[in-house]
Nanobody
Framework: DVQLVESGGGSVQAGGSLRLSCEAS??????MGWFRHFPGKEREGVAV???????TYADSVKDRFTISKDNAKNTLYLQMNSLKPEDTAMYYC???????????????WGQGTQVTVS
């Protein structure tokens, strides 16, 4: 199993920035990504990084969010700039041994970190 622990959420004013971190318990050769959940809606993919380093972003966050990974630290990051109130959600880190893109069917999930933009 892989344990994922997110951090870095918080409250910020519109136009501000936050950086989320996701530390994995062990190195994974598969895909890792960030998802978010709005109350009353299904979880949606935000940004993912495949095993070959290629990245995919949801249209709603392109040019504002950047996903990156530090393999030496087993840590995935999400730099979020120009935040909007509609970005307010619980953000989750996910991992899987297969490249799943923005699909929600990842095997491993973190506990989530709240991002609030006012």
């Amino acid at each position: 199993d892989v344990q994922l622990v997110e951090s870095g959420g918080g409250s910020v004013q519109a136009g501000g920035s936050l950086r989320l971190s996701c530390e994995a318990s062990r190195y994974g050769r598969g895909c890792m990504g960030w998802f978010r959940h709005f109350p009353g809606k299904e979880r949606e993919g935000v940004a993912v990084m495949d095993s070959d380093g290629s990245v995919t972003y949801a249209d709603s966050v392109k040019d504002r969010f950047t996903i990156s990974k530090d393999n030496a630290k087993n840590t995935l990051y999400l730099q979020m700039n120009s935040l909007k109130p509609e970005d307010t959600a619980m953000y989750y880190c996910a991992a899987d041994e297969y490249n799943l893109g923005l699909a929600r069917s990842y095997t491993y999930w973190g506990q989530g970190t709240q991002v609030t933009v006012s």
